[in-house]
């Protein structure tokens, strides 16, 4: 795999938010995408897998252990990825009324190019404030774990969310 590829081309449904039903390349849960299709929980995560191990074979190419060029260029990408490989689960939106079904991790773009907000949302009424906290600090462990930067903030409405990105070089 080039490192311009992206970790499990041509393995994955996908419509550019999550989880689909389509036949097209890999693509990253952001938690803006519809819900797994029943029966499908399986076949994601192997499919997670396979484009974490790829990821993980960049990086060992590269000899970096930290975010590879590819994740650096595609973090929107790479921090999802990472954190459904670590078995975090994405926040889904229903195609048809745009309204959030599940409550999970949120990927979004940062306040910067080459950051990523981070947040845990899920429907109304749905407990995701009250989880936010420990279910964020899961997902900054996860990340750092990688290499990345995760830096916890407060929002709106005293909402927390990460904002993450590669180390800064020295």
């Known amino acids: 795999m080039r490192d311009g590829d992206r970790p499990g081309d041509g393995d994955r449904p996908g419509n550019g938010g999550g989880p689909g039903n389509g036949g097209g390349p890999f693509e990253a849960a952001t938690g803006d995408g519809p819900p797994l299709p029943p029966g499908a929980a399986a076949r994601r995560a192997a499919e997670v897998r396979t484009a974490f191990e790829g990821l993980r074979q960049i990086r060992a190419v590269l000899g970096t252990e930290g975010p590879a060029a590819w994740e650096r260029e595609r973090p929107l990408q790479a921090v999802p990825l990472a954190l459904e490989a670590a078995g975090l689960a994405p926040s889904a939106v229903d195609p048809s009324t745009d309204r959030r079904t599940a409550t999970g991790y949120r990927a979004t773009p940062g306040e910067a190019p080459g950051r990523v907000r981070v947040e845990w949302a899920g429907p109304p009424g749905g407990g995701a404030p009250a989880d936010e906290a420990d279910r964020l600090a899961a997902c900054a462990e996860a990340l ?27």
């Open 144 to 170: 750092t774990g990688l290499g990345w930067q995760a830096l916890l903030y407060r929002g709106p409405r005293g909402r927390r969310f990460l904002e993450v990105e590669p180390p800064r070089p020295t």
